[in-house]
């Protein structure tokens, strides 16, 4: 039981680039969430998915994609990366009562 | 709009020091209760929940927190620190109904000295 797993670990773009983090969970849950972490913001939300084929914008959407390509998998797409996306990038996942569980993370930069 | 406060951003304490890192939200009800930690490179881990009944909640390694509605707080406390506790600590909440979406506080980084 791996819980939540993310790749890349890092990776590092340069300006216009575009790319796509992957996470996946194992724990049969409904509800997956993607955030960034920036130094003295704490996490923000970019898009969740309550359940499989559906997705919602969450706090700071906009240069993002996302696809629910499954109950396990939620992937987070940069169609044209920007230095403002450097950021440590968090999947999460939940089932019920609104208890997440994170993965790693993924530490990107964008020059 | 909702939001969750933690007003210390930092914070140093000796080993063996007791320790109560503080929270604040706004919301217009009561919502779920959070605090994660995320050590260095790693990602956040769940500390204690709150989301009914006994307002004085315990978590893993020794933590507690209590939720006071008359303040608007969730404060998080640990009677004896370990230099292991050095981490960043994070307050999260959820409205109820809200979809399962948590705010997070920015933080409060905390140093254990020895």
């Known amino acids: 039981n791996a819980g939540v797993t993310q790749t890349p670990k890092f990776q590092v773009l340069k300006t216009g680039q575009s790319m796509t983090l992957q996470c996946a969970q194992d724990?049969?849950?409904?509800?997956m969430y993607w955030y960034r972490q920036d130094p003295g913001m704490g996490l923000r939300l970019i898009y969740y998915?309550?359940?499989?084929?559906?997705?919602d914008k969450g706090e700071v959407p906009n240069g993002y994609n996302v696809s629910r390509l499954n109950k396990r998998e939620f992937s987070l797409r940069l169609e044209s990366a920007a230095p403002s996306q450097t950021s440590v990038y968090f999947c999460?996942?939940?089932?019920?009562?609104?208890?997440?569980?994170f993965g790693p993370g993924t530490r990107l930069t964008v020059t | 709009a909702q939001s969750v406060t933690q007003p210390d951003i930092h914070i140093t304490v000796s080993e063996g020091a007791s320790l109560e890192l503080r929270c604040n939200y706004s919301?217009?009800?009561?919502?779920?209760l959070f605090w994660y930690v995320q050590s260095p490179g790693q990602g956040l881990q769940l500390l204690l929940k709150?989301?009914?009944?006994?307002?004085l909640v315990q978590g893993i390694k020794g933590f507690e927190a209590e939720f006071k509605r008359s303040q608007s707080s969730f404060n998080l406390r640990k009677p004896s620190v370990h230099w292991s506790d050095a981490a960043e600590y994070f307050c999260?909440?959820?409205?109820?109904?809200?979809?399962?979406?948590?705010?997070f506080g920015t933080g409060t980084q905390l140093k254990v000295e020895l």
């Open positions: 999460a996942s939940s089932l019920d009562h609104y208890e997440q569980y």
């Open positions: 724990m049969n849950h409904n509800s």
């Open positions: 998915s309550a359940s499989e084929g559906t997705t």
């Open positions: 919301y217009g009800a009561t919502p779920y």
């Open positions: 709150y989301f009914s009944g006994d307002t």
């Open positions: 999260a909440v959820s409205l109820t109904g809200g979809g399962n979406k948590l705010t």
